[in-house]
């Protein structure tokens, strides 16, 4: 078996929608990590979700892979209503619980900045929940600050979080 791994970090590419299961069982697991009754929206049939994210034309779901295994997703495009296309939300971005504090997320990370980069955006946005302080400490750690154009309202579950894309 090929090693899909890099010098030493996980091979990044596009998710295929073959993959939507895998990528939802992985949201799963880390997202039921964070929320307060431990399980993300039952109402959704996220592989479908995920499989439509796959092939949506405006939009890029990025998968980190070990050994064959999804240990990582991003899922970004242009906000809807977005005045120019120099701003992208990542909308998802979970690395499997099992392989946190590996370098998955970091390199995750640096392959959205580089694509971005290389398609114009100058600017990220994303939402994080609340109660996500793991989440939250890691976006720190990558330059991510408070929007000031998103301040939380009150009742709010989730923090808007702003990126500089830094321009080469």
């Not at 010098?7 to 590419?13: H, K």
């Not at 499989?51 to 990025?62: A, N, T």
């Not at 240990?71 to 392989?99: C, E, Y």
Request: proline share 8%; aromatic share 8%; hydrophobic share 40%.
């Amino acid at each position: 078996m090929i090693s899909e791994r890099v010098n030493d970090a996980p091979v990044i590419r596009t998710a295929l929608p073959v993959e939507a299961e895998a990528i939802a069982d992985l949201h799963f697991r880390a997202r039921s990590t964070y929320y307060p009754d431990g399980v993300p929206r039952a109402d959704v049939d996220w592989r479908e979700a995920w499989r439509g994210s796959i092939e949506r034309p405006d939009g890029h779901v990025l998968c980190a892979v070990e050994q064959g295994r999804i240990v990582g997703i991003a899922s970004f495009r242009t906000p809807d209503g977005a005045a120019s296309a120099d701003t992208v939300k990542l909308l998802q971005f979970h690395v499997d619980p099992g392989r946190w504090r590996s370098g998955i997320g970091r390199a995750l990370h640096r392959a959205c900045v580089e694509e971005w980069r290389a398609d114009g955006v100058r600017t990220a946005v994303l939402e994080v929940h609340a109660d996500n302080a793991r989440a939250q400490a890691f976006y720190a750690r990558q330059g991510w600050v408070p929007d000031p154009e998103n301040p939380p309202a009150p009742g709010d579950h989730h923090l808007c979080l702003r990126f500089g894309v830094p321009v080469e």
